[in-house]
């Protein structure tokens, strides 16, 4: 286990590779100040006097029930416009999604030069394992995965939990690697590790969620091993929700009702963090343990050259995967069966 300033330092130096003269800006909440402030350290080691930080208390309240999201403001768009590179480091709130993130990604995406590290419900427990692993293991894999999955016309997934369906692909779409070098042309969540595309389609399957979900979810629910959500796929959507937890339930399908998509499967992914040894209840991590986690709504089209796009992303974790993709055999119930 590392620690949260050699986290801070994985961040700044090695993954946005800032460079002496270069700006930057963290945006942060009071829960993560203190993240904001090892990022802030270590930025001003190698560019001093160069960044702008803000929190997002200063611009308004946030209630944890969504009914009044905070809005992006127009300063922070104009910071994040002039600078070089840029942290994201604070807790998801509900409603937030769509109020804050999307217009701040949408900026990052419009300023391409900018380097940005996205870490929404970063903690402690993040900077110590997930930002503190070998990156260079990460990215070696994450290359070999790509490199098969991304000629793969069918990949099919199953898990002990019950789990079974065969995603297919558009060979025109592409698979995106997140690996902790942040490039460019995209930004990238951290802690890093994972290959991504969007589905083109999911004919029919059950998905059961035994590790995490995304967005709010991850906050307040945690893991799901002992309340798993049950969803039944037909023609890539969600047709039928189940799970014990009836709050859980009922925020889910409440979820999948903000716009004509945000019941599709979008996004595909493979984790690739191979330094995690555990689920921990938070998805910015969970998501890069190895294994698949798939996305119901959003498929990053900005990425990915999918076709549709919805307001709606809500990852789902699962667990001891088995991913077969074209008849290769890549993983078994968890591990990498492949070399790399």
């Not at 709130?93 to 701040?104: T, V």
């Amino acid at each position: 286990m590392g620690s949260i300033q050699y986290g801070a330092m994985q961040a700044v130096k090695n993954c946005v590779r800032l460079k002496k003269g270069e700006k930057a800006v963290i945006i942060t909440d009071l829960n993560a100040r203190f993240i904001a402030d090892a990022l802030a350290a270590e930025v001003e080691k190698i560019s001093p006097g160069n960044l702008k930080m803000f929190v997002m208390e200063d611009f308004g309240e946030r209630p944890e029930d969504g009914s009044n999201p905070l809005p992006f403001p127009a300063e922070i768009g104009e910071a994040l416009r002039k600078a070089d590179v840029s942290f994201y480091a604070a807790a998801g709130k509900k409603g937030e999604l769509k109020s804050f993130r999307i217009p701040m990604l949408d900026i990052v995406e419009e300023n391409k030069p900018l380097r940005h590290g996205h870490m929404p419900g970063i903690d402690q427990l993040l900077m110590e394992t997930g930002m503190s692993v070998d990156y260079a293991q990460v990215q070696r894999l994450s290359a070999r995965l790509v490199e098969i999955c991304s000629r793969a016309k069918a990949i099919t997934v199953t898990t002990p939990a019950g789990t079974r369906f065969t995603a297919f692909f558009n060979p025109s779409w592409k698979w995106k690697v997140s690996d902790g070098l942040i490039r460019p042309e995209d930004w990238s969540n951290l802690p890093d590790g994972e290959i991504f595309t969007c589905v083109s389609s999911i004919p029919e399957g059950v998905i059961v969620v035994d590790g995490v979900l995304g967005d709010f979810f991850s906050h307040k629910y945690g893991l799901l091993e002992k309340n798993p959500l049950t969803m039944t796929i037909k023609n890539s959507r969600v047709v039928e929700v189940k799970c014990s937890r009836a709050d859980l339930l009922e925020e889910f399908r409440q979820n999948m009702k903000q716009d004509e998509n945000a019941d599709r499967i979008g996004e595909f992914a493979i984790g690739t963090n191979v330094g995690l040894d555990r689920l921990v209840g938070n998805l910015l991590q969970d998501e890069k343990f190895p294994g698949i986690h798939v996305a119901i709504g959003h498929g990053y089209p900005e990425k990915t050259g999918s076709d549709w796009k919805s307001d709606a992303h809500v990852d789902a974790v699962l667990k001891n995967t088995t991913i077969v993709a074209d008849g290769l055999e890549i993983m078994k119930d968890g591990v990498f069966s492949i070399a790399y």
